[in-house]
């Protein structure tokens, strides 16, 4: 990790990375469930963005 992150900014990649799990999960949930499989798709691409932006941020 670059030194340049301090305070809050050092603990953004670990919050994104925790909500993309958990998008990625209740999305998987909604689909499976039967519930509303287009959010449930939204919720998982959300998630893929999310760690996207995590690796670019890393680089």
Request: glycine share 10%.
């Amino acid at each position: 990790m670059n030194d340049a992150y301090t305070g809050i900014a050092a603990a953004a990649p670990a919050i994104a990375m925790i909500a993309a799990f958990a998008c990625a999960i209740g999305g998987g949930w909604m689909i499976v469930s039967r519930r509303d499989a287009r959010k449930g798709w939204l919720l998982i691409v959300m998630a893929t963005v999310l760690v996207g932006n995590v690796a670019i941020w890393n680089l």
